[in-house]
């Protein structure tokens, strides 16, 4: 017995060593040998500002001036050449947008007096850092007397030099010798008195050379940063910018009427630090190139109205009592006498011919004020209309009127450059058909006043037998002109480009070939402009923006914004990349 236990004790250590053996085999294979570094001594840096103000700078001339320090820096920078100031373009306006982090309608800097401004209520964001960090040396350096004597607060010195850039210059240069410099910030003048003087663009010398002087500054700057004594445990995010662009006819092939074409608005933004990887905010999509010729449709009268009739097939676009059909067109409106896209109920596609629309039969595509809207239905049992989005701001839009039938009601969509607009059930108001010619412009109405009946020109007129669905209908909304591929176009009755060039008719490209005839003394216009533009609100919050610096330098120096300071901008963000101890 005694050995059968001795024998168990022996197979049981043996097992036990061989099993050791093979798990540290296998680690074995697992860990090779090598030095590991310990980084719990690593010391964390101490975030820094460098922030410059390069007045009048507009981004795309500083980009095609090739201002070499600047280019360095976008190997490590968050940058645009496309970043958008205050459109009032006052350089108070984009001083106080810069440095209070807010714009114009909380601030109320829409003078170069600062007259009735809310200052007070928002501050310039130093404060903000000076609520947090009482110690935090901020020092402000600016050329221009009246940016550092009406503007300028929450700043431990504010320093200015009479429009002398040179002597600004050393000034930031001597600050940054101090060993506790914490946010320095820098304006610089000579590029917008450049630019006053002669031009703002890269293609004028003078105006080239003060951007490459400015340039100089900013180099030779963050050269003297670097070599800060200690430096290496500092975490400077360096930002330069411009707070507003300048006055510059550009080439009309690269204006594509949007803000971002707006050369006063115009400004380049920099937010660079060695532990950034690159990002460059490009200019935004603005929409569809739209080209070709095209005819204006106006006039109050049949005699003095350029408009266009179907009278040979009309009847195929009667809508019935219950026809489901889908409406599409092309708008641009042009200004009305007083200045303004405002229309007070021209006819702009339709067959209802009454004087009165509110007592007679058929349907009535028109322009409603700013908008857009379809008058529909039959005399006696009831007339009524559906209003679509706005469309005054003198660009080309796609509006669609769908007619459907559901769950045994018939209702009536509309939709703006693809967006759904609203329904409406319309079951009740009848049978829509008439004998009166398809008409594209020009129709009797109740306009009230003579300076506000239609004025616009028209192209991409579709008419399907059909209810196009939503998706369909954004998806080739911006379309400039009707693909062969498209889903329905097998239920396409009519489709009318009208952008044929030459002669007296829209022709259809349809097989039914229901040509409209243009009447009046018609003229072909070349065009050359944008489908489905995005709001200049829309671009705004695209690219960098003058109140986005208040957060970015906030964010940098680990202060979280408090909700009463009501900050408007964002902050900007990329990856970063390891730069060593």
């Not at 607009?421 to 829509?432: A, C, K, L, M, V």
């Not at 007129?461 to 669905?469: D, E, K, S, T």
Request: charged share 20%.
């Amino acid at each position: 017995m005694y050995c059968n236990i001795q024998h168990f004790k022996w197979l049981a250590l043996m097992m036990t060593g061989m099993l050791l053996a093979a798990c540290n085999k296998g680690f074995d294979r697992m860990l090779e040998e090598r030095e590991y570094e310990d980084t719990t001594g690593v010391t964390a840096r101490t975030p820094k500002i460098l922030f410059l103000v390069i007045d009048g700078a507009r981004g795309e001339s500083v980009r095609d001036a090739q201002a070499p320090h600047l280019n360095g820096m976008a190997e490590h920078a968050i940058y645009s050449w496309n970043s958008i100031s205050d459109t009032l373009y006052l350089r108070t306006t984009g001083w106080a947008d810069l440095l209070t982090g807010v714009h114009k309608e909380k601030h109320g800097v829409i003078s170069n007096t600062l007259s009735d401004n809310q200052l007070g209520r928002y501050p310039v964001f130093f404060e903000h850092i000076k609520t947090r960090m009482p110690a935090f040396r901020i020092a402000a350096y600016s050329s221009s007397d009246s940016l550092g004597s009406m503007l300028m607060s929450g700043a431990d010195v504010n320093r200015t030099f009479n429009n002398n850039d040179e002597a600004t210059f050393q000034a930031i240069l001597d600050e940054l010798k101090v060993d506790t410099a914490g946010l320095v910030f820098g304006q610089f003048s000579n590029v917008m008195e450049a630019g006053r003087q002669y031009g703002f663009d890269a293609g004028i010398p003078e105006y080239k050379a003060a951007i490459l002087q400015a340039d100089d500054y900013a180099g030779r700057i963050l050269a003297a940063l670097q070599q800060r004594q200690q430096y290496q445990q500092e975490d400077w995010l360096v930002i330069v910018t411009s707070g507003n662009g300048g006055p510059y006819t550009i080439d009309p092939s690269n204006d594509d009427g949007t803000i971002l074409s707006n050369t006063k608005v115009n400004t380049f933004t920099f937010y660079y630090s060695p532990r950034y990887a690159p990002s460059f905010v490009d200019r935004p999509y603005t929409g569809n190139r739209y080209s070709g010729k095209s005819v204006r449709l106006y006039g109050n009268t049949a005699a003095t109205a350029v408009y266009a009739t179907i009278t040979q097939g009309k009847e195929d676009y009667n809508l019935g009592s219950s026809n489901e059909a889908t409406i599409a067109l092309k708008i641009k409106k042009n200004k009305t006498s007083y200045g303004d896209y405002s229309y007070t109920y021209p006819s702009i596609l339709g067959n209802n011919m009454s004087m009165d629309w509110w007592n007679n039969t058929g349907w009535n595509i028109s322009l409603e004020v700013n908008g857009w809207g379809v008058h529909y239905g039959q005399s006696g049992a009831g007339f009524n209309m559906s209003t679509g989005a706005n469309i005054a701001d003198g660009r080309w839009h796609d509006i669609t009127t769908v007619f459907v039938n559901r769950d045994g009601k018939r209702y009536i969509r509309l939709y703006t450059d693809g967006a759904f607009n609203t329904e409406g059930e319309i079951t009740g108001y009848g049978n829509f058909d008439t004998d009166s010619p398809l008409t594209l412009g020009f129709m009797p109405g109740n306009v009230t006043d003579n300076n506000r009946w239609l004025n616009a020109y028209i192209t991409e007129v579709r008419f399907w037998r059909a209810a196009l669905p939503d998706s369909v209908i954004s998806a080739y909304v911006c379309a400039p002109e009707l693909p062969s591929s498209h889903p329905y176009k097998d239920y396409l009755i009519g489709y009318w480009p009208c952008k044929d060039g030459f002669g007296g008719v829209f022709k259809d490209q349809t097989e039914y070939a229901h040509d409209f005839v243009i009447n009046g003394s018609y003229k072909w216009d070349d065009f050359s402009d944008l489908v489905c533009p995005n709001s200049s609100s829309n671009l705004s919050q695209l690219v960098p923006q003058p109140v986005d610096i208040a957060r970015q330098v906030l964010n940098w120096l680990q202060i979280a914004a408090d909700t009463k300071w009501e900050l408007d901008g964002r902050v900007w963000v990329t990856s970063y990349i390891s730069v060593g101890k």
